[in-house]
């Protein structure tokens, strides 16, 4: 059996990610892998409580993909 697997991207800095940004680009090309930017997604930081939970449920396998920063995650994920 496949397990479905989603990847929850949070980078507050893309464009200077030299890691995190082609780790996320290649994930994109992984079937049974749904990939979720959550700074595009979520500009405003106006998270939608039911699309997220729905996303979980859905799922068999959750991976949050972020640059640490001071030893946590960035604003975003702690909204999310």
Known sequence: MTQKVLVLFAHPSQHRSEVNQPLF?????IDGVTTV???????????????EQQRLVKHDVIIFQFPLYW????????EW
Do not use: C, G, V
Not at 71 to 78: G, R
């Open 25 to 29: 680009e290649s994930a994109k090309q």
């Open 37 to 51: 930017d959550l700074y595009a997604e979520y500009p405003t930081f106006n998270i939608n409580i039911d699309r």
């Open 71 to 78: 030893y946590s995650t960035p604003a975003i994920l702690k």
